[in-house]
């Protein structure tokens, strides 16, 4: 899924590093961790069920969601 490594160090701090580019991007807390997710190569499906279950969400309205944000990292070239 995730094409290159992504730094953890700053990802407290809200700061998504790609060491392999060079490149932070600022990301906020539900991108935080759907990242993290992503990186314990969870399917989308999975990773909205366990976000919607978090917050007491539909899993359907939170899917669509992940897939918004995983497109906008395929434009950054950061996703397959």
Known sequence: MLQYEISTENLDQNILFVPALGLSYEV???????????????????????????????????????????HKLKVYGLVR
């Open 28 to 70: 906020n807390d539900t991108a935080k961790e759907i990242l993290r997710l992503l990186m314990q190569n969870r399917s989308y499906e999975d990773i909205a069920k366990e976000l919607a279950k978090r917050y007491d969400l539909d899993w359907r309205e939170v899917y669509v969601d992940v897939i918004d944000f995983v």
